[in-house]
């Protein structure tokens, strides 16, 4: 007997895979964005789990609840599901979510530009999509403010010592450092060492940082790693690696010192390293910042402004992007499976995390 049916949009942006869970509006409770991304961690697990982990998934994969709107004017709203947990907002996941809602017809398509507004647990996020011949060509992402915690932030890595990090937040918060700096290079080769340095990372960030959006308590946590090229210098492409880590980590088990890398440029993290890039005087309002994926791929960044938020002096982040719809899927669970939140072996994965 099935006892659960989710119906999807399979996409992905700049490479990253996003299923986009069009009938999920039952399964989740809360008056808004907050309470609901609150009840989904939960509640949900095993949901994320069943979508994202073997035999239905995959280490490369993201989802997207597309829910209600809470605010008036917007369209929708939307939780993030990634390996390591639920998320309040996605750069690749929202350009999926609006590239799949227009080009299915959930949410109106109107040439030549048409606008998403979408509702987040840590704020509501415009979009615009470039649209022709019933095609999404790219999606721009007004995202939520992004500010600096911290520069130059010393963490006491395992296995690397003191490293200088920047904390910042892009609609998540995150780690980054200099790919140099962990004696590594942007490469897809060096994917492995990548992925653990990365989890390393997280792992010293976990133990020694504290973190609290100022308007949302629950965020309080570094989610992903981001590994860059440095400092920008001219004629020299800005590119990274963001590292999403597995739901547990721990320090004295190897087996967990993994992850997968974001195959976009990751929007969010694209967004903390242009408010860590402004605050080091690399990154002017209204200029562009390209930056690359390790696979190639590419957001178009831009700064519109500064504003405040809380006790953060923060700026007002946009990414451009292109997403593509590869699929559709219904997700069954048969009440007779035996992995109805998936499994992880570990040939990729730390096994049963
Ligand atoms: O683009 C981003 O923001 C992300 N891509 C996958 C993980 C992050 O949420």
Redesign the pocket.
Known sequence: MRQLQLECIEAHAEG?AGRVVINAAGLVQGATMAERLAYCRDHLDDLRRFLLREPRGFPGL?AVLVLPPVEPGSDLGIV?L?QGGF?PM????TICTVTAVLESGIVPMLEPVTRVRIDTAVGTVETEAVVSGGKVRSVTVANVPAFVVGLDVPLEVPTFGTVAVDVVFG??FFVQAPAAAMGLTIDPDRGRELTRAGALLKLAALEQLDVRHPLNPDIDAVG?IMLHSGDRQPGVQDRNA?V?TQGRLRADDPSTWTGAL?R?P????TCGRMAALHARGQLEIGEKFSHLSVIGTEFVGELLGTTTLGAYEAVLPTITGSGWVTGRSTWVLDDTDPFPAGFSVGDIWAPGL
């Open positions: 990253e993201c993030v990634e998320t996605s750069g690749s996941n609609g998540g992903n963001v999403l974001d976009s990751c929007g969010t993290g």
